[in-house]
């Protein structure tokens, strides 16, 4: 079992920035890709971004050149660095561990709210 508890959301005017913290723990040592999903109010959760153990990001379009994920072995933390922020950035973010053999772990997740 993987548990993610994810800290860092809260209320940001247009333009600012957010940092959001994931903390992984539990069976963690084979863990492939970590990733950010985000799910606005009555929109499907999308992938905002990703990291590979070996530490290669991947981005949705919609946030690249704004957002950077980043993870942090020593800490078991990945971390999203969230600058530019758009009132279209309003969801709660969700942090998720994928395992290829075991599938997905999530954790409960973090408001964020960007005002215009």
């Known amino acids: 079992q993987v548990q993610l508890v994810e800290s860092g959301g809260g209320l940001v005017q247009a333009g600012g920035s957010l940092r959001l913290s994931c903390a992984a723990s539990g069976s963690i040592i084979d863990i492939n890709v970590m990733s950010w999903y985000r799910q606005a109010p009555g929109k499907q959760r999308e992938l905002v971004a990703a990291?590979?153990?070996?530490?290669?990001?991947n981005y949705a379009d919609s946030v690249r050149g704004r957002f950077t994920i980043s993870r942090e072995n020593a800490k078991n933390t990945v971390y999203l660095q969230m600058n530019s922020l758009k009132p279209e950035d309003t969801a709660v973010y969700y942090c998720?561990?994928?395992?290829?053999?075991?599938?997905?772990?999530w954790g409960e997740g973090t408001l964020v709210t960007v005002s215009s």
């Open positions: 990291i590979t153990s070996g530490g290669s990001p």
């Open positions: 998720k561990a994928w395992k290829a053999v075991l599938g997905d772990y």
